[in-house]
Nanobody, 124 residues
Framework: IRLVESGGGAVQPGGSLTLSCVAS????????MSWVRQGPGKGVEWLSR????????HYADSVRGRFTISRDNSKNTVYLRLSRLNTDDTAMYYC??????????????????WGQGTQVTVSS
């Protein structure tokens, strides 16, 4: 299983970014996918989960209404659109393949794999 994130960068408060995660090594279309993040000096935070297509999505309260998860099964890619960013959103963002379809876990043991992460830095 391989997950490769991209799209991170530096952005001003209020700005937007779209993160991408290209998956390989498993049946992507038959897999739920998640995004998690870890900010500097903070623990891991679960952010969002998407079902087999774009009809089932779940979000943490902290990002609901600002972040949008989506996927393109033809490209084996899951996305996370980040909008109305603030400094608290500064973190390393990871996509992950959860072991459970209902997982909001922050434990690596509850995932088959995580990517290497992509850094998002929000500052003025």
């Amino acid at each position: 299983i391989r997950l490769v994130e991209s799209g991170g960068g530096a952005v001003q408060p209020g700005g937007s970014l779209t993160l991408s995660c290209v998956a390989s090594g498993f049946d992507f279309g038959d897999s739920y996918m998640s995004w998690v993040r870890q900010g500097p000096g903070k623990g891991v935070e679960w952010l969002s989960r998407i079902g087999y297509d774009n009809s089932v999505t779940h979000y943490a309260d902290s990002v609901r209404g600002r972040f949008t998860i989506s996927r393109d099964n033809s490209k084996n890619t899951v996305y996370l659109r980040l909008s109305r960013l603030n400094t608290d959103d500064t973190a390393m963002y990871y996509c992950a393949k959860p072991k459970s379809r209902s997982s909001t876990s922050i434990s690596a043991a509850d995932y088959f794999a995580w990517g290497q992460g992509t850094q998002v830095t929000v500052s003025s």
